[in-house]
Nanobody
């Protein structure tokens, strides 16, 4: 099981951009699925985006066309580029990685978008 550490969260204005990073303590090359969830206050955690080891991606309808997920296996890091941010994107963002038997989670990073 790898340890995951997110960074890049913070405060942005509506229409702005942020890039989240998720650095793994070990190799991610064999991780079939990696992705990002978010949790807004008072709401359930929701899947934002995910990426396979082959580079295929899926996005929540609410972020399609605005967010881009990517991974760099050489750097053991995945990214979430968030553009055209909206206040409803506010929440704690968690990265995850699916190993052969276990899912690893990061500790979460806060994203706050002001209107």
């Amino acid at each position: 099981q790898v340890q995951l550490v997110e960074s890049g969260g913070g405060l942005a204005q509506a229409g702005g951009s942020l890039r989240l990073s998720c650095a793994a303590s070990g190799s991610i090359a064999s991780m079939n699925f990696m992705g990002w969830y978010r949790q807004a206050p008072g709401k359930q955690r929701e899947l934002v985006a995910r990426i396979t080891s082959g580079g295929s991606t899926d996005y929540a309808d609410s972020v399609k066309g605005r967010f881009t997920i990517s991974r760099d296996n050489a750097k053991n890091t995945e990214y979430l580029q968030m553009n055209s941010l909206k206040p409803e994107d506010t929440g704690v963002y968690f990265c995850y990685a699916d190993g052969r038997l276990l899912r690893s989670w990061g500790q979460g990073t806060q994203v706050t978008v002001s209107s």
